[in-house]
C-alpha cells in the first residue's frame, strides 16, 4: 500500500513535468491515473506538504519551476539508476554510505533537498535548508586509496567551471575543498573512503553548494548564487553539467592534467596563509600545489614547507 502510494506520488510528477509548466486539470489527472479526484487532491496536497511547488489553480494543477526539479526522471537517459533523490535526510553522506554498499552503481548521486545534520570535516556542521545543492557522489573506481584525492580535486575543478560557464562567474578554488565566490565561501565539499584489501571499495564526495538558499543568516562568510545574481538558477542544469564535465575528466585520471588545470583556477597560490592541521599552525605565502595535491608554503624565514592537510586561511 505505501509503495503504491509512492508510486501515485511519483507519477503524478511526472506527469506535471512532462506538461511542460501547463494546467492539467484534476479530472485529467484522474484518468490518467486511474484514481479519483479526491484521490488526486489528496496525493497533491501531501506533495505540496512535502516541499514539492506545485500550484492549484481554477482550471487545476502546475508544477511551478520544473527546471529545478532533481527527481530521477528529470535527467536524461542512464540517469534513473542512478540518481536517488529525498526531500530530507540527516545527511547524504550517510545515505550515500548505505547505498555504495547495497551496490549503487558507479557515479551515483544521492541528493537531499534539506539536510538536518549535515556535515563538513571533522563533523562540522553544515548549514543546509532548502534551496541549495546537497548531494553525494558515489565512486568506485578501480583505483588504490592513494590515488582517491584526485576526485577530489577534478570535483572542485569542474564544479567552478560548470559555474563560471554557465552564469559568467568567476569562482576560484581553495585549497583544499572550497570554491569561493567574491572571497566568500560558495562551496565544500567531504570526501569518505572505504577501502577493500588493497583497492578502494567506493570514494564518496559530498558536495554543499550555496545556489537558490540564503546562508548569510546562518554563517557570515558565506555566499550562494542567488546572492550575487540576484535571482533563482536551476539547481538541475549545474547538476547535470557538472556530472557531464566530471565524468568526462574522470574518464581516465591524468593527475598531473587535473591538477595543472585546478591551479589555474585557484585562488590559494600567490595568497598569504594560515593552514591549520593537528595541533600545528603554519603560516607564509602559497607558492604551489604539487602532483599528490599538497600545498606548498614559503614561511617568513624563506623555509618551504609541504603540507598535505588541514584548514586552510586566506589572510
Ligand atoms: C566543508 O567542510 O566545507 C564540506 C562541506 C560538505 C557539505 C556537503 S552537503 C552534501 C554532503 N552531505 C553532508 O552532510 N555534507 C556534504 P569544512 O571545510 O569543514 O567547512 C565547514 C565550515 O563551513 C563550517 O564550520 C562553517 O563555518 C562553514 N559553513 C557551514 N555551512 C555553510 C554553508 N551552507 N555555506 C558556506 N559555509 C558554510
Known amino acids: 500500500m505505501v509503495n503504491k502510494e509512492i508510486n501515485i506520488k511519483d507519477s503524478i510528477l511526472k506527469i506535471l513535468f512532462q506538461a511542460s509548466g501547463e494546467t492539467l486539470s484534476g479530472v485529467r489527472l484522474s484518468e490518467m491515473l486511474d484514481i479519483s479526484r479526491v484521490a488526486v487532491w489528496k496525493h497533491i496536497s501531501a506533495l505540496k506538504e512535502n516541499g514539492f511547488g506545485i500550484e492549484s489553480r481554477p482550471r487545476g494543477y502546475v508544477l511551478l519551476n520544473p527546471d529545478d526539479l532533481l527527481l530521477p526522471f528529470c535527467f536524461g537517459p542512464g540517469f534513473e539508476n542512478r540518481i536517488f533523490h529525498f526531500q530530507e535526510l540527516e545527511s547524504t553522506m550517510d545515505q550515500a554510505k548505505l547505498l555504495a554498499k547495497s551496490n549503487a552503481p558507479h557515479q551515483s548521486v544521492v541528493i537531499a533537498e534539506n539536510q538536518t545534520m549535515g556535515r563538513g570535516r571533522l563533523y562540522r556542521k553544515w548549514f543546509s535548508s532548502r534551496g541549495g545543492l546537497w548531494f553525494t557522489l558515489i565512486l568506485k573506481p578501480q583505483i588504490p586509496p592513494v590515488l582517491s584525492y584526485i576526485y577530489n580535486f577534478s570535483a572542485s575543478l569542474c564544479l567552478s567551471r560548470t559555474l563560471n560557464r554557465l552564469f559568467d562567474l568567476d569562482v576560484k578554488v581553495k585549497w583544499p575543498n572550497d570554491l569561493l565566490l567574491e572571497g566568500q565561501k560558495l562551496a565544500g565539499l567531504l570526501s569518505e573512503m572505504e577501502t577493500k584489501g588493497d583497492m578502494a571499495e567506493f570514494i564518496n564526495i559530498g558536495i554543499g553548494l550555496n545556489v537558490n538558499n540564503m546562508p548569510r543568516q546562518y554563517e557570515p562568510k558565506a555566499v550562494s548564487i542567488k546572492d550575487i545574481l540576484d535571482k533563482e538558477v536551476s539547481r538541475r542544469l549545474i547538476l547535470e553539467t ?74
Not at 585520471?253 to 585557484?266: D, E
Not at 600567490?270 to 607558492?287: K, N
Not at 599538497?294 to 598535505?308: C, F, S, Y
Request: proline residues 0%.
Open 242 to 315: 557538472f556530472l557531464a564535465d566530471f565524468e568526462e575528466q574522470t574518464r581516465i585520471i591524468n593527475c598531473r592534467h587535473i591538477i595543472g588545470l585546478w591551479k589555474k583556477q585557484t585562488s590559494t597560490i600567490g595568497s598569504r596563509v594560515r593552514i591549520e592541521t593537528f595541533g600545528e599552525i603554519f603560516e607564509g605565502i602559497a607558492v604551489d600545489v604539487d602532483e599528490s595535491g599538497a600545498l606548498i608554503i614559503r614561511d617568513r624565514a624563506g623555509e618551504i614547507k609541504t603540507i598535505i592537510y588541514g584548514d586552510c586561511f586566506h589572510t
